[in-house]
C-alpha cells in the first residue's frame, strides 16, 4: 500500500525561496576581489539571483546546459550556483589550481556553454583559450566600472542582471536533474566529474543541518575557507540557507592574517577548511596572543586533521569537528560531533576521539572489506577498504563509461579507495589512501597516524610519510618535512625518539629528508605523487652505504 502524501520534486531553488523567506535578515558578507567589503541581505540575494537567472535564460542558457565558474568565495559566486541549478542547467565549479592541461580537459569535457570568472582569473583564461569551446561565452564577475582589459571578448556581470525582473516562476523538473558538476582531481588519468542532482543536493544540505550541531545555529555566522570551487564548499552554500546562518565570504586572501582580521571584524562563529589552512590562522593567534572575537567552532576536512592541531584548537574553546568525504560523496560522509556520554572523559581521551573522523551521517552507509572483498567487523581493529552506499554518493561518472563500470562492487557500493576501521561506537579511523599505505616485510604502516605524530613535534611545520624501495622489507618509511619558523632540525634519532611513544620500533621511519615546502594537490592536500616523483632519485639510506 503506497502512503497518501504529496510528492514535490527536491529543489535547489526551494532552498533559496525557503533561506529567503524564513531567514530575511540573514547576511551574505564577502570580500569582494575589488578589494571592499560587499554585504547583502538573503531577500537582497534571492532578488539577484531572480535577475541573474533572468539573464541566463536571455543569453540562452537552457535546462541541462553546462555553465562552469572559475572564481573565488563570494556574493557573485553564491548568485551563480542558485541561479544556474534554479533554471535547470548545471552549475560546473572549476579549481583554479589545476593545471592547464587539467582545466583544458574539463572544460572541453563537460562542454561548457558559458564561462564566468573572476577578475583575477583573466589572465588564467587568456591562456588556454584557444584550446576551449570556440563558440564559449565569457562573463567577468565584476561591474562596469571594475572591468578588465581582457584579451578575449568577454560581458561583464553585472550587466546581465541590470534592469531583469526580481521575480520569477522558477521551472519544476523531475528532482533527479542534473544541478551540479565538480571534477575529482583524480592521481592518474583525466579527471573524472561527479554530477550532482537536485535531490542528492537537498538531500545533503539537510543531512548536514541536521549532523553538524555545533556549527548550524541561527544568527550566527560561518566562514567558508573550503572553496566554492571544490565540491560546493562542503554543502555550506545550502546548508547555511537552510539554517539562517550568515555567510562570511572571504575572497582570494586565505592566510592567517587576513583569515584572522575577517573573523574578528565579522565575529565568525564557525570557520571551515582543510588542515593546511588552519596552520596560518593558528601561527597569527599565537602572535596576537588571543583567539578572533566570537570564534567558537572549527571544521577541519580534506586530509587528516593533525591531533596537535585538534588540541591547540581545544585549548582555546574552539570545538572540532573533524569531518570526512569524498567529491563523490557531495562530499560529507561522516562528522566529527561528540557523543554526550563524551564529554566526562579525560582531555587526551576525548583528542583521540576528535582526532578519528566522527561517526556516520544519516543516509550514509559504511562497510569494511578485505581484499577478496569480505566483510570485516567494526570492531576498531580490522582494517579494510571503506566502501559507502547513500543518495547523495554518485553512482557513476559523468560522461565516462569505463570508469563508471568500475566505480561501485557488486552489491552497488561506492569504493573510497580509503582504509579505515570502524570502532564500535561508530567512529571511522581513515588509516590511508590504499595506495599511500607503506607496507613493510607485509605488515601495514599507516602514513596518516606518522605524519600526525611527527607534526606534533614543536620543531616540525609539516610532515609527510612515504614508502620507498628495501631489498629486505619491501618498502620503508621514511619522513619528508618541513622545519617551523625559526626552529632547529631535530636529528632523525630525536625524532624516532618522538614518535616512539605512539609506535612500534619497526614503524619508525629510516630517514628524515628536511625540504622547503611539501607539494600540495589543487585540494591543498599533500600530494604524495608530486612527492614521490620529487625524490625519484632518493636511495635507502642502506642502499646508499652498499652502492
Ligand atoms: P576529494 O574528493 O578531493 O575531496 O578527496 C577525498 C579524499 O580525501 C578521501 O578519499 C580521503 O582520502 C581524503 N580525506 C578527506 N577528508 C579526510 C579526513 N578528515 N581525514 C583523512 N583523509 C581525508
Known amino acids: 500500500m503506497k502512503g497518501m502524501m504529496m510528492h514535490q520534486p527536491l529543489l535547489v531553488s526551494e532552498i533559496l525561496e525557503f533561506g529567503a523567506g524564513a531567514y530575511p535578515k540573514a547576511e551574505i558578507v564577502s570580500v569582494r576581489t575589488e578589494g571592499d567589503i560587499h554585504r547583502e541581505t538573503l531577500v537582497e540575494f534571492r532578488e539577484r539571483t531572480i535577475q541573474l537567472a533572468h539573464g541566463l535564460k536571455a543569453h540562452g542558457v537552457e535546462l541541462g546546459d553546462r555553465v562552469a565558474t572559475l572564481a573565488w568565495n563570494g556574493y557573485r559566486h553564491m548568485e551563480l550556483y542558485y541561479a544556474i541549478s534554479g533554471i535547470g542547467a548545471v552549475c560546473h565549479t572549476i579549481n583554479p589550481r589545476l593545471s592547464a592541461e587539467q582545466m583544458i580537459y574539463i572544460v ?36 562596469k566600472a571594475h572591468m578588465p582589459d581582457a584579451p578575449f571578448e568577454a560581458l561583464c556581470y553585472e550587466d546581465l542582471l541590470e534592469g531583469q525582473p526580481t521575480e520569477i516562476e522558477w521551472p519544476l523538473f523531475d528532482e ?59 554543502g555550506l552554500p545550502y546548508s547555511s540557507l537552510l539554517s539562517g546562518m550568515n555567510m562570511v565570504m572571504p575572497g582570494p586572501a586565505l592566510d592567517g592574517e587576513s583569515l584572522f582580521k575577517l573573523m574578528d571584524q565579522e565575529k565568525v562563529f564557525s570557520a571551515w577548511g582543510v588542515p593546511t589552512i588552519w596552520q596560518g590562522l593558528l601561527g597569527e593567534i599565537e602572535k596576537q596572543g588571543r583567539k578572533p572575537e566570537g570564534f567558537g567552532d572549527v571544521v ?21 569537528g573533524h569531518a570526512w568525504g569524498m567529491t563523490e560523496m557531495s562530499p560529507v560522509g561522516t562528522h566529527g560531533i561528540m557523543p554526550k556520554w563524551m564529554e566526562n572523559e579525560p582531555f587526551d581521551t576525548r583528542i583521540d576521539y576528535k582526532s578519528k573522523q566522527g561517526r556516520r551521517c544519516f543516509g550514509v552507509e559504511l562497510k569494511l572489506v578485505d581484499e577478496d572483498g569480505n566483510r570485516l567487523p567494526h570492531d576498531g581493529k580490522a582494517v579494510g577498504e571503506l566502501y559507502v552506499r547513500g543518495n547523495t554518493v554518485v553512482s557513476g561518472y559523468f560522461k565516462n563509461e569505463e570508469a563508471s563500470a568500475k566505480a561501485l562492487d557488486s552489491e552497488g557500493w561506492f569504493g573510497t579507495g580509503d582504509v579505515a576501521t570502524i570502532d564500535p561506537n561508530g567512529f571511522l579511523s581513515i588509516q590511508d589512501r590504499a595506495k599511500d599505505l607503506i607496507k613493510s616485510g607485509g605488515e601495514w604502516i599507516s602514513s596518516i597516524d606518522l605524519e600526525n605524530i611527527a607534526m606534533a613535534h614543536p620543531a ?14 619491501d618498502e620503508r618509511p621514511i619522513l619528508v618535512a618541513v622545519a617551523a619558523e625559526g626552529a632547529e632540525k631535530p636529528d632523525l634519532d630525536e625524532v624516532r625518539e618522538h614518535l616512539s611513544e605512539h609506535f612500534a620500533k619497526w614503524q619508525l621511519p629510516d630517514d628524515v629528508v628536511w625540504v622547503d615546502s611539501i607539494p600540495l594537490t589543487a585540494t591543498g592536500k599533500f600530494s604524495k605523487l608530486n612527492l614521490r616523483k620529487q625524490l625519484a632519485d632518493y636511495k635507502h639510506p642502506e642502499l646508499r652505504e652498499t652502492a
Open 108 to 143: 572541453n569535457h563537460a562542454e561548457d556553454k558559458v564561462l564566468f570568472l573572476d577578475t583575477t582569473f583573466v589572465p588564467l583564461i587568456a591562456a588556454v583559450k584557444d584550446h576551449l569551446p570556440k563558440d564559449m561565452t565569457y562573463v567577468i564577475m565584476t561591474d
Open 460 to 473: 616540525i611545520a609539516q610532515a609527510a610519510a612515504i614508502g620507498v624501495a628495501h631489498p629486505r622489507w
Open 176 to 234: 533527479e536533474t542534473a544541478c551540479g558538476l565538480c571534477y575529482t582531481s583524480g592521481t592518474t588519468g583525466n579527471p573524472k566529474g561527479a554530477l550532482y542532482s537536485h535531490r542528492s543536493t537537498v538531500l545533503h544540505g539537510m543531512m548536514m543541518s541536521v549532523m553538524q550541531t555545533t556549527t548550524f545555529n541561527e544568527g550566527l555566522s560561518v566562514l567558508p575557507v573550503v572553496p566554492l570551487f571544490h565540491v560546493n564548499a562542503w
Open 300 to 320: 577541519i576536512g580534506g586530509s587528516a586533521a593533525p591531533r596537535s592541531m585538534i588540541e591547540a584548537f581545544e585549548k582555546m574553546d574552539v570545538s572540532v
